[in-house]
Each structure stands twice: as structure tokens, then as C-alpha cells.
């Protein structure tokens, strides 16, 4: 990209940003200026201010959302944008080599080895379709902590370069040490290899992505050389629960344009998602080492979410970053359930509030501090829902009680009649309402312009769909609005989240989990909506929307947890995504390399698999990450290890005692002689203590 190009991006994102400015300010003028109006009609009081005054700031959250929609819109009518970056890619031949060797990198947290690795077998087919598979290597960098996991893991790996045509392009990195967990992982990559690269792909555990897309972003890199990070919009795919499905529709019908309308006046400053990214390695290792925040969890020690704190510290340097949002061929997996994604949403919504601390941070741009707030607030908007609610539900309750004031001497000797509020008070609900839906119904015709409705079922299935997926969020929105308070609470309160690994396969809810997790909300509908309806029956009609989705939050959590729900849902047309019509080879090849990739059920896992099957242990020990020194007290331990296990057995170690014994190359061999078959020589180091143990044998 050329320093004139590079100036008029700059000089149209400025105007770009200004438009978009003005009319987001001049809707939340026009919002507050009509509240005001309904609110002050009879007076204002100290709880109708209070109200006025968390309007005002949800206002202010809905009203950008709104004009990216439009903007997003109004780009996808005219062909596109004529600065996105992609714009600046040129005709390429079938089959030529890209000039320079990419790292994909692929962080794994006690994931589903078979999963993970049938996302890599798919995508090294897909690059070796375009016939630029030398042209990545794959690593695969674990974190996995669970000693039963990680032996699946390595058999995984192993199953997965029998399939590759190129298994030299895979590489397997385990940890000793989940330092910093996924920031960690990443930067010790950086640190031991990544100069040999130039650029590096991260995905996710449950990212898949097309060849053709792998080199676009490498294409991309090349010929903007001021460019640090492209962010490319992942697509949810591959769900069978409702829930799931509903997810991966509303992503497809609206993500694309939203993403559209966000690269428009976000221009070369714009965020990273965490994965589905490319980056240079180089500026990334100089200057986006995240800081340590003072204090103790939550709200201290290492940033959870980590990705939007790396593009503002990327653009501080004077890199710019980039959304992709024309390129497709990029996909991942949501949670299956309502349960699973409030999981995910807990450890989000930690680290999002975090930025509360890095927000004036020194030198970030104007852009990267709007990034991080709209992180912040997208988890502070429900708790000030719910209190507005609240508050509104007093007034109404104060209202009623106390009934109308006629006579009042400190603002008038004469009487004051009672104005009613309930036009500008319903003009304003269904102003907002039309705010939230305009952007769904735009999204429609955006498809129906460029000839896409056929991928959705069709202009009747799409529009049914937007329908039911609109009635699904508006019962869903009071359900995370209790959950993401609880969140927020639970955080300030100092409980810090335990990190686990996602829940990607499909898993019905229980009654018993739906109960523990929404029996609260359930309650506070019916306690809420009971109180509303004995002394304020005209407010509890107000308030039905919210409290059906608390009173119906179990069974809705529940049913739409359900794969044959959704699959009926499917049968019938409703909730398809273009990928389900036609699949992308990518996408198509994932069954079948994870069915070759499945291993044998009724074979034994973890520790006892590596004493049992020689095969597994020599894959394993192939596999470890470089000895270190241990010390002669470490070494004592790993001996009583030893004997713990010979005298007790080895379900007798704890899961964190296997992973040291797996960790330790002689431990390991020492352990499968000693119990693995008489056969086995013994191992060369500590000879006195595997003759110690060794004598043991006739007792046990």
C-alpha cells in the first residue's frame, strides 16, 4: 500500500468517524431529549433523575450498534468498500508459492484431541489443495493439564501425521508449565521460534479455515508492510443443539454486515478477537508484552482478555490493524448451550473488566480506548438494565401508592393536573425496539441484493428465521442480563474465575444444572412479576417481555440445549446458514478426518497407557519438551512416586502426581519396567532406586 493510498485512508476514516460521531450523538440527543419529556411531564423526582440518567448511558450503548448496522448496510448496497484492505490484493496464479513460511499456531487447553486435530487435518488438505501446504507449519501448542487428555492428545498428534501428506509440517509443543495460560503459551512460541517466521495464524481449538483464505492473509501482510494484525470474522458452524444453531444463524444473517459496518469507520484501528488472525510476529513481540496489573485477582494479576489489549498496544507502536470483513472461509464453533456460553461469557466478562484498569493507559489512540470500552460496557449494560428496571419498578410502585399530587404548595399555589405519559412513553419503547430489529430486517435485503437468500432456505425461511431467532433474544436478553450481573457482582466482590476448558461437544442440559443455574432468575420473575401485578397492574404489563424470559428461563435453557431440537428445527428450514446448503470443502472433509482420527474407546488412557503399550510410550517420549535439571530432592519425590504407585497402584497418584511422573523421562521408563513386564530393560539413570523398587516385585 502506497504512503498517497495510506493518506486518503487516513483523511476518509477521519471523515468517516466524524459522520458516524454526529449521528450516534444526535440519536442519543433525540433518545434523552424524549425520555426527558416523558419523565418531567409531572415533575422529576430523585428516582425518575436516576432513571433519566442509566437511559442515558444504555442509550448511548445502542445507538453506535445501530449506525454500524446502517453503515454496514449501505457498503454491502454499493459493492463494497473501495479502502478495505482486501481491496489492495492483486491476481493471483493457481499454484505459485507464497514468498515467505507462515506459523499456524494452535493453543489446546484440555480440548478434545480428536476435534482439535481433525480442524488441523482439514485445513493442511485445503492448503494443499492450493498447493501451498510447504508453505505453513502447524503447531500445536498444549497447555493440557489433564494427564488423561494429554496422552489422547499425543496418540492424536501421532494419528494425524499418518494422515498428513506432509507431516513434516506438523509440530507438537507441550508446556511444563501453564504459565499465563493461552498469553503465555503464545509468547513462549515467540520467544523459542519465532524467528524463523515472518507472520503467525492463530487459531483457536476449534478453528477451521480454507487454503484460499490462509493465503489471502498472507498476501495481505506482504503487500501492506505497515500493517500488523488482520483480523479475519470467524463464522460459527457445525452445531446441532437449538441453541447452537440459533447462534450460528444470528453470526450468519447479521455478523457480516455489522463486521462491514465496523471496518468502515474503524478503517486500519481495529481490534483483535483472540484467534482467526494473522499477525507479524516481529512488532508483536517488541510491543505487545501485556503488563502484569497490580493486585490480586479479579480485578489484578494477568489480563484475561488479552487480544484487545495487544491491537491497542499494536497500534500505539504505529501499526495499523485491520478487519477483513470481505474475506470469508473462516470458521470456529459456539458453545452448544445457554449453560456453556454463560461459562465462556464468566472468564469474558473477567477480563473485559479488567480494561476498567488500562483504559487511560499512555499513548493508545482515541479508537483503542472506544475498543476497550465497549468491551467493558458490553458487560456492564446488563446490571444497569436490571437496575433501571428496578428503578422504574419503585417509581411505579411510589406512583401507585401514593397516587396522583394536585395540590403541591412548594411548586404552585393552584392545582396541578396529572399530564399522562404513556404515548411518549410507548413511542420511545418501540424508537428503541425499531433500533434493535432495524438491523435485522436490513440484513435481509442486504442478502436478497447480492442473491444470498438461497443459502438461508430462502426469502420465506430467512425471514421466519429472523422472526423466531428475534422472539428466541428477546426472552434470552432478561436470562444473560441476570447472569452477566451475577458475573459482574461475584467480580466485584473478589471471587476470580477457575479457567477450564470449553465445553464444544453437543451436551443436553439437565434439569438438575438448569435448575442450579436459573433458579434464581426463575424466582425473581415470579416474585418480580406477582409484586408488579397486585399493585401495579398497568407496570406489569410493561414488564412482561422481561419477566417471561426470567420465569422461562429453565425450560428455555433446557429445550434449546436439545441436538434434536435443533435438528427438527433444520428439517423444517428454519435457522439455516449458507454452509449448511452448500458446504465449503474445508467444512465438508471435518467429519471424515475426525471419524479416521477417533481412537479405540475400550483401550486404557493417560498413565496407564504409556506403562501398558510401548507404541504409546515411545510416542510420548518423542513428543516431551526438553529435560531439564532436577534437583536431588525432586528426584526423591519422583521416587516415592514410584513407589506410591507400585504399592497402591496407579490410580492411587493424584492427576497433578501423573503429570510430573509423564513430565520425567526416566520416572516414566523406570515406572513401565518396574510394572509394565519383565521384558523391559531397565532404564539407565538411578539404577539404585529401580533396584529398590525392583525388589518389591514378589511382595506386591
Same mark, same amino acid.
Given at each position: 500500500m502506497s504512503r498517497q493510498t495510506i493518506d486518503r485512508i487516513r483523511r476518509h476514516a477521519f471523515l468517516r468517524r466524524l459522520i458516524f460521531a454526529l449521528l450516534a450523538i444526535a440519536t442519543i440527543a433525540i433518545g434523552a431529549a424524549a425520555m426527558a419529556s416523558a419523565l418531567a411531564a409531572n415533575g422529576f423526582s430523585a428516582l425518575e433523575w436516576i432513571q433519566f440518567g442509566l437511559f442515558l448511558v444504555l442509550f448511548a450503548w445502542i445507538a453506535p450498534s445501530f449506525w454500524t448496522s446502517l453503515f454496514g448496510f449501505a457498503v454491502i448496497l454499493r459493492g463494497g468498500d473501495p479502502f478495505a484492505i482486501t481491496r489492495t490484493l492483486e491476481p493471483w496464479e493457481a499454484g505459485r508459492r507464497l514468498p515467505v513460511r507462515t506459523a499456524i499456531v494452535v493453543p489446546v487447553y484440555n480440548e478434545d484431541p480428536e476435534r482439535v486435530m481433525a480442524g488441523v487435518a482439514s485445513t493442511m488438505s485445503s492448503l494443499d489443495d492450493r498447493g501451498v501446504l510447504a508453505d505453513f507449519d502447524i503447531d500445536i501448542l498444549s497447555d493440557t493439564d489433564d494427564p488423561e487428555l494429554w496422552v489422547e492428545e499425543e496418540l492424536a498428534f501421532a494419528r494425524l501425521r499418518d494422515l498428513a501428506r506432509d507431516p513434516d509440517r506438523l509440530f507438537y509443543r507441550k508446556r511444563r508449565e501453564n504459565v499465563d495460560r493461552k498469553v503465555g503459551n503464545i509468547a513462549d512460541f515467540c520467544a523459542r521460534w519465532g524467528d524463523r517466521y515472518r507472520y503467525m495464524i492463530v487459531f483457536d481449538?476449534?478453528?477451521?479455515?480454507? +487454503?484460499?483464505?490462509?493465503?489471502? *492473509? #498472507?498476501? %495481505? *501482510? &506482504?503487500?501492506?508492510?505497515?500493517? +500488523?494484525?488482520?483480523? #479475519?470474522?470467524? *463464522?460459527? #458452524?457445525? !452445531?446441532e443443539t437449538l441453541f447452537g444453531r440459533i447462534q450460528q444463524f444470528a453470526a450468519g444473517a447479521y455478523g457480516g454486515m455489522f463486521a462491514t459496518g465496523l471496518n468502515w469507520w474503524q478503517a486500519g484501528e481495529g481490534n483483535y478477537w483472540g484467534h482467526n488472525a494473522i499477525i507479524r510476529i516481529r512488532p508483536f513481540v517488541d510491543h505487545c508484552r501485556l503488563p502484569v496489573l497490580s493486585g490480586r485477582e479479579p480485578l489484578g494479576g494477568a489480563i484475561l482478555s488479552h487480544d484487545f489489549v495487544e491491537a491497542a498496544l499494536m497500534r500505539r507502536a504505529g501499526w495499523t490493524v485491520w478487519l477483513a470483513s470481505e474475506l470469508d472461509g473462516s470458521y470456529e464453533e459456539t458453545p452448544p448451550t445457554l449453560i456453556d456460553h454463560a461459562a465462556r461469557d464468566r472468564r469474558w466478562c473477567q477480563g473485559n473488566l479488567q480494561h476498567v484498569r488500562l483504559i487511560g493507559t499512555r499513548g493508545l489512540n482515541l479508537i483503542s480506548r472506544l475498543h476497550l470500552l465497549m468491551g467493558i460496557m458490553s458487560y456492564l449494560a446488563s446490571p444497569l438494565w436490571m437496575l433501571l428496571l428496578l428503578v422504574a419498578t419503585i417509581e411505579a410502585a411510589r406512583a401507585a401508592m401514593l397516587g396522583p399530587v394536585y395540590f403541591d404548595p412548594e411548586r404552585s399555589l393552584f392545582p396541578v393536573w396529572q399530564v399522562s405519559t404513556t404515548t411518549r412513553t410507548l413511542i420511545l419503547y418501540l424508537v428503541t425496539l425499531g433500533m434493535l430489529l432495524a438491523p435485522k430486517l436490513l440484513a435481509i435485503l442486504a442478502h436478497a441484493a447480492r442473491g444470498k437468500l438461497r443459502g438461508f432456505g430462502g426469502a420465506a425461511r430467512l425471514t421466519m428465521s429472523v422472526l423466531l431467532e428475534s422472539l428466541f433474544s428477546m426472552l434470552l436478553a432478561p436470562v444473560m442480563a441476570a447472569l452477566q450481573t451475577r458475573f459482574v457482582l461475584s467480580i466485584l466482590a473478589g471471587r476470580k474465575v477457575t479457567w477450564a476448558g470449553q465445553q464444544r461437544q453437543e451436551a443436553t442440559t439437565t434439569l438438575s444444572d438448569a435448575v442450579r443455574r436459573h433458579g434464581g432468575s426463575t424466582a425473581l420473575g415470579f416474585v418480580w412479576g406477582i409484586t408488579a401485578y397486585r399493585f401495579m397492574p398497568d407496570f406489569f404489563w410493561w414488564l412482561t417481555p422481561v419477566l417471561a424470559g426470567l420465569v422461562l428461563s429453565i425450560p428455555l435453557s433446557m429445550l434449546s440445549s436439545r441436538p434434536d431440537m435443533g435438528r427438527a428445527a433444520r428439517a423444517l428450514g428454519m435457522f439455516l446458514i449458507p454452509e449448511e446448503i452448500e458446504p465449503p470443502q474445508v467444512l465438508a472433509r471435518l467429519p471424515r478426518f475426525r471419524a479416521q482420527l477417533r481412537a479405540v474407546a475400550s483401550l486404557p488412557t493417560g498413565l496407564s497407557r504409556l506403562i501398558s503399550d510401548p507404541e504409546a510410550r515411545r510416542i510420548h517420549l518423542g513428543l516431551l519438551p526438553e529435560p531439564v535439571d532436577i534437583d536431588p530432592l525432586q528426584r526423591h519425590h519422583l521416587t516415592g512416586l514410584r513407589l506410591k504407585a507400585r504399592l497402591r497402584g496407579l490410580e492411587a497418584l493424584?492427576?497433578?502426581? !501423573?503429570?510430573? #511422573?509423564?513430565? =520425567? !523421562?526416566?520416572?516414566? &521408563?523406570?515406572?513401565?519396567?518396574?510394572? +509394565?513386564?519383565? =521384558? %523391559?530393560?531397565?532404564?539407565?539413570? =538411578?539404577?539404585q532406586a529401580v533396584a529398590m523398587l525392583t525388589s518389591l516385585r514378589p511382595s506386591l
Amino acid at each position: 500500500m502506497s504512503r498517497q493510498t495510506i493518506d486518503r485512508i487516513r483523511r476518509h476514516a477521519f471523515l468517516r468517524r466524524l459522520i458516524f460521531a454526529l449521528l450516534a450523538i444526535a440519536t442519543i440527543a433525540i433518545g434523552a431529549a424524549a425520555m426527558a419529556s416523558a419523565l418531567a411531564a409531572n415533575g422529576f423526582s430523585a428516582l425518575e433523575w436516576i432513571q433519566f440518567g442509566l437511559f442515558l448511558v444504555l442509550f448511548a450503548w445502542i445507538a453506535p450498534s445501530f449506525w454500524t448496522s446502517l453503515f454496514g448496510f449501505a457498503v454491502i448496497l454499493r459493492g463494497g468498500d473501495p479502502f478495505a484492505i482486501t481491496r489492495t490484493l492483486e491476481p493471483w496464479e493457481a499454484g505459485r508459492r507464497l514468498p515467505v513460511r507462515t506459523a499456524i499456531v494452535v493453543p489446546v487447553y484440555n480440548e478434545d484431541p480428536e476435534r482439535v486435530m481433525a480442524g488441523v487435518a482439514s485445513t493442511m488438505s485445503s492448503l494443499d489443495d492450493r498447493g501451498v501446504l510447504a508453505d505453513f507449519d502447524i503447531d500445536i501448542l498444549s497447555d493440557t493439564d489433564d494427564p488423561e487428555l494429554w496422552v489422547e492428545e499425543e496418540l492424536a498428534f501421532a494419528r494425524l501425521r499418518d494422515l498428513a501428506r506432509d507431516p513434516d509440517r506438523l509440530f507438537y509443543r507441550k508446556r511444563r508449565e501453564n504459565v499465563d495460560r493461552k498469553v503465555g503459551n503464545i509468547a513462549d512460541f515467540c520467544a523459542r521460534w519465532g524467528d524463523r517466521y515472518r507472520y503467525m495464524i492463530v487459531f483457536d481449538a476449534d478453528t477451521v479455515m480454507s +487454503g484460499g483464505t490462509l493465503v489471502h *492473509m #498472507v498476501r %495481505l *501482510m &506482504e503487500r501492506n508492510p505497515g500493517v +500488523g494484525l488482520i483480523q #479475519v470474522p470467524p *463464522m460459527p #458452524v457445525s !452445531r446441532e443443539t437449538l441453541f447452537g444453531r440459533i447462534q450460528q444463524f444470528a453470526a450468519g444473517a447479521y455478523g457480516g454486515m455489522f463486521a462491514t459496518g465496523l471496518n468502515w469507520w474503524q478503517a486500519g484501528e481495529g481490534n483483535y478477537w483472540g484467534h482467526n488472525a494473522i499477525i507479524r510476529i516481529r512488532p508483536f513481540v517488541d510491543h505487545c508484552r501485556l503488563p502484569v496489573l497490580s493486585g490480586r485477582e479479579p480485578l489484578g494479576g494477568a489480563i484475561l482478555s488479552h487480544d484487545f489489549v495487544e491491537a491497542a498496544l499494536m497500534r500505539r507502536a504505529g501499526w495499523t490493524v485491520w478487519l477483513a470483513s470481505e474475506l470469508d472461509g473462516s470458521y470456529e464453533e459456539t458453545p452448544p448451550t445457554l449453560i456453556d456460553h454463560a461459562a465462556r461469557d464468566r472468564r469474558w466478562c473477567q477480563g473485559n473488566l479488567q480494561h476498567v484498569r488500562l483504559i487511560g493507559t499512555r499513548g493508545l489512540n482515541l479508537i483503542s480506548r472506544l475498543h476497550l470500552l465497549m468491551g467493558i460496557m458490553s458487560y456492564l449494560a446488563s446490571p444497569l438494565w436490571m437496575l433501571l428496571l428496578l428503578v422504574a419498578t419503585i417509581e411505579a410502585a411510589r406512583a401507585a401508592m401514593l397516587g396522583p399530587v394536585y395540590f403541591d404548595p412548594e411548586r404552585s399555589l393552584f392545582p396541578v393536573w396529572q399530564v399522562s405519559t404513556t404515548t411518549r412513553t410507548l413511542i420511545l419503547y418501540l424508537v428503541t425496539l425499531g433500533m434493535l430489529l432495524a438491523p435485522k430486517l436490513l440484513a435481509i435485503l442486504a442478502h436478497a441484493a447480492r442473491g444470498k437468500l438461497r443459502g438461508f432456505g430462502g426469502a420465506a425461511r430467512l425471514t421466519m428465521s429472523v422472526l423466531l431467532e428475534s422472539l428466541f433474544s428477546m426472552l434470552l436478553a432478561p436470562v444473560m442480563a441476570a447472569l452477566q450481573t451475577r458475573f459482574v457482582l461475584s467480580i466485584l466482590a473478589g471471587r476470580k474465575v477457575t479457567w477450564a476448558g470449553q465445553q464444544r461437544q453437543e451436551a443436553t442440559t439437565t434439569l438438575s444444572d438448569a435448575v442450579r443455574r436459573h433458579g434464581g432468575s426463575t424466582a425473581l420473575g415470579f416474585v418480580w412479576g406477582i409484586t408488579a401485578y397486585r399493585f401495579m397492574p398497568d407496570f406489569f404489563w410493561w414488564l412482561t417481555p422481561v419477566l417471561a424470559g426470567l420465569v422461562l428461563s429453565i425450560p428455555l435453557s433446557m429445550l434449546s440445549s436439545r441436538p434434536d431440537m435443533g435438528r427438527a428445527a433444520r428439517a423444517l428450514g428454519m435457522f439455516l446458514i449458507p454452509e449448511e446448503i452448500e458446504p465449503p470443502q474445508v467444512l465438508a472433509r471435518l467429519p471424515r478426518f475426525r471419524a479416521q482420527l477417533r481412537a479405540v474407546a475400550s483401550l486404557p488412557t493417560g498413565l496407564s497407557r504409556l506403562i501398558s503399550d510401548p507404541e504409546a510410550r515411545r510416542i510420548h517420549l518423542g513428543l516431551l519438551p526438553e529435560p531439564v535439571d532436577i534437583d536431588p530432592l525432586q528426584r526423591h519425590h519422583l521416587t516415592g512416586l514410584r513407589l506410591k504407585a507400585r504399592l497402591r497402584g496407579l490410580e492411587a497418584l493424584k492427576p497433578q502426581e !501423573r503429570m510430573e #511422573v509423564m513430565l =520425567d !523421562r526416566f520416572t516414566l &521408563e523406570a515406572l513401565a519396567h518396574e510394572m +509394565g513386564g519383565a =521384558d %523391559l530393560p531397565p532404564p539407565e539413570e =538411578d539404577g539404585q532406586a529401580v533396584a529398590m523398587l525392583t525388589s518389591l516385585r514378589p511382595s506386591l
